[in-house]
């Protein structure tokens, strides 16, 4: 019995030995993978962050509204949080100013994963991977702001850098067909669409009212809800435009369902939408022709990389 006794000891102790071991090879963004793609961090353990940002829609999701715990759906079109290292302000309405912040803020939601930080922390302190990791990659016990460091760890890897749209930029002239770069002229001309959506990610980081706001009653009121300034309301961010042809459907609630809905919006807003206050003076009749809209959809093609997303290479 004595040596029954013995064994056992020694077997937990090189389990043990072979446990840290393990730990010791995880990084920050090893550990915020981990963390993004585990259902843990739901109040029912049954919606992870990429249930609703899908890899293989750009980390974007597929229909208008995801669903959260217990089905509920989300109040606004979940975006695409590719390409957020340099972003200045998160979330539609611009309510998180770091990624960090973001990070955090559908833990909390109680139309998504609805389980409080301080639940979420708890729980991660309890399990016997987090706990001994969040140590090991960090030197102390895990908190809420390492929890949020750890995922933005993840998320700004999540890079897309290298399209044909780049390489044509770069001096390769064979990169872009010729529809595809009338398109680019358009863009940068005709269209305005540089106006909003410009730099290496295409876009200014600014809030915009584009005229789907009618003014209604129970209208999201956008940015204004975070700023309380009556000229924020129906102000959405601009959201960049690398890989969007996987990110469909578009706008801050998904009603526009492909690239091609997006353009007929822009190029006559006022058949769309007549009433639109505090709509953004850029917004006017473009008078593109059926084959500039082509031209225009496929240089936007062209600025999305081959696969919906960098995990895939």
Not at 93 to 121: C, F, W, Y
Not at 125 to 132: A, D, I, L, T, W
Not at 185 to 199: E, P, R, S, T, V
Not at 290 to 306: G, T, V, Y
Request: hydrophobic residues 35%; charged residues 25%.
């Amino acid at each position: 019995m004595r040596y029954i006794v013995v064994i056992a000891c020694l077997i937990i102790l090189f389990l043990s030995s072979f446990e840290l071991k393990t730990y010791k090879k995880i990084n920050a963004i090893e550990l915020g993978k981990k963390l993004f793609f585990d259902p843990i961090l739901s109040s029912d353990s049954s919606v992870s962050c990429a249930s609703c940002h899908k890899p293989e829609y750009g980390f974007a999701d597929n229909q208008a509204f995801s669903l959260g715990v217990g089905g509920k759906k989300t109040s606004r079109n979940t975006p695409s949080v590719l390409n957020m290292k340099n972003r200045s302000a998160f979330f539609w309405d611009g309510r998180a100013s770091t990624l960090e912040e973001q990070a955090l803020g559908p833990i909390q939601n109680p139309d998504e994963m609805n389980l409080p930080i301080h639940k979420a922390v708890l729980r991660l302190k309890n399990h016997p991977f987090y706990s001994k990791a969040f140590l090991q990659v960090y030197g102390k016990e895990i908190d809420s702001l390492l929890l949020g460091k750890a995922l933005a760890a993840f998320e700004e890897t999540l890079e897309i850098e290298e399209t044909r749209m780049d390489q044509y930029l770069m001096g390769n002239e064979n990169a872009l067909n010729e529809s595809e770069k009338r398109g680019l002229q358009l863009f940068n001309g005709k269209a305005g669409c540089i106006d909003c959506h410009f730099g290496p990610d295409f876009t200014n980081d600014q809030f915009k009212n584009i005229g789907l706001f009618s003014g209604g009653k129970n209208e999201d009121l956008g940015r204004f809800n975070v700023t309380k300034n009556k000229k924020d309301k129906g102000k959405f961010k601009v959201p960049g435009l690398r890989n969007v042809i996987y990110t469909a459907p578009y706008m801050h609630d998904g009603r526009f369902k492909t690239l091609e809905e997006v353009i007929d919006y822009y190029n006559n807003p006022d058949i769309a939408n007549p009433k639109h206050p505090n709509r953004d003076k850029l917004i006017k009749t473009l008078n593109l022709t059926s084959q500039e809209k082509k031209d225009l959809i496929n240089f936007l093609k062209s600025a999305s990389a081959e696969k919906p997303n960098p995990l895939m290479d």
